[in-house]
């Protein structure tokens, strides 16, 4: 499902306008009218899509590569 989340740490190499919004940290602004904006196109959002673009992404064999490449 989409996401909001802020601009922190290497949260924006992972949402993009496909899958969530991204908001600048400490911005109570901009997450309220994220939060208004995602209601609003919540239907909009390919949920399939999200799914799949994560399993594909963050599944066993991929997470256990990147770990035994970062350690080699």
Known sequence: ???ISSRVGGIAEVID???GILVESENTKQLADAMQQLMDN????DK???AAAATEKF????I???ITDFYK
Do not use: D, L, T, W
């Open 1 to 3: 499902m989409p996401v």
């Open 17 to 19: 306008n496909e899958n």
């Open 42 to 45: 919540y239907a909009v959002y």
């Open 48 to 50: 399939g899509k999200i």
């Open 59 to 62: 599944n066993y064999n991929n």
């Open 64 to 66: 256990g590569r990147q």
